[in-house]
């Protein structure tokens, strides 16, 4: 595992704590002048910079970014915030294909096999991704609270998931993509934090909040268009791993559809981010990682 210098560690742990302050409830009676996910943020910000994981043309685009954010969120409807949102969508998918300059993420893992029909796996310290994360359930979707009760969500959930992991895995299999393969990384908790904060965190961002709840808006939110909204997020989720071939996009796909249909059920981004890392878990703990060897 390669190492990860100092400053870097630093940056990480306050993204992860201002990620976690999203959902932290209010600490004082009376309305702060920030938001207190701004405070860990700040440091985390200090600490990349002085790491050498973002220069200036990250700091750029970041603010770009933020902008793009705060204009989608607070602007009327109009061309104003139609501008906005066209823009935030383009730097969601640079930085999503990790093509918006200005970044380094370093290496948790580097070519690693898992098993000896495995594909070897490589993973990196998105540091964008989680900064795209905390800006659009910061920024632009602030709310993120969940009406209904708590139990018949948690029910709709565990319902909704069981049934994704029992689809998704068992495509995944006779797909040749994977096979029963059960096994404990020595490095499995640093790769679930990874998955949470720095993955799934960000993609359901933009797929289900973004994409998804701003189509359940634009097309009405009843039944059929919450459908409908959750299947294009999906498809275009898929298309999101078109790197990995066309039965990667394919089980993506269908992975995505689910995340959205949970996302729909609960009206929660936080069960959509944990379906999603869920569902990888399965896939890492008990199935071939991240694929056989051959993958069409």
Aim: hydrophobic letters at 55%.
């Amino acid at each position: 595992m390669p190492p990860v210098s100092e400053p870097a560690a630093l940056a990480f742990a306050a993204l992860t704590l201002a990620l976690l302050t999203l959902w932290a409830p209010r600490l004082l009676v009376r309305p702060c002048a920030i938001e207190w996910w701004v405070l860990p943020f700040v440091a985390a910000l200090g600490a990349a910079v002085s790491g050498g994981l973002i220069d200036t043309r990250g700091l750029v685009g970041l603010l770009a970014l933020g902008t793009a954010c705060r204009v989608s969120h607070h602007a009327p409807d109009g061309g104003r915030r139609g501008f906005a949102h066209a823009v935030l969508l383009l730097m969601c998918a640079g930085v999503l294909l990790h093509v918006l300059p200005g970044f380094a993420n370093p290496r948790l893992l580097d070519g690693v096999q898992l098993s000896a029909d495995a594909m070897p796996y490589t993973k990196y310290l998105n540091i964008d991704k989680g900064l795209l994360g905390l800006f659009l359930l910061g920024l632009y979707a602030p709310a993120r609270g969940a009406a209904g009760d708590p139990l018949r969500l948690g029910g709709r959930f565990l319902v909704g998931f069981t049934i994704l992991a029992v689809v998704a895995m068992t495509l995944t299999v006779l797909a040749g993509y994977a096979r029963w393969d059960p096994k404990l990384p020595p490095w499995w908790p640093l790769w679930l934090w990874s998955m949470v904060f720095l993955t799934a965190l960000p993609e359901e961002a933009v797929f289900r909040h973004l994409i998804q709840g701003g189509l359940q808006n634009w097309l009405g939110g009843a039944g059929r268009e919450r459908l409908l909204a959750a299947v294009v997020a999906g498809v275009l989720f898929g298309l999101a791993h078109l790197g990995g071939g066309w039965t990667s996009v394919a089980l993506a796909t269908v992975a995505g559809i689910g995340y959205g249909w949970i996302y729909a059920a609960t009206g929660s981004i936080a069960a959509a981010i944990l379906a999603h890392t869920g569902l990888n878990l399965l896939h890492l703990l008990f199935f071939s990682y991240p694929a056989l060897g051959a993958v069409p």
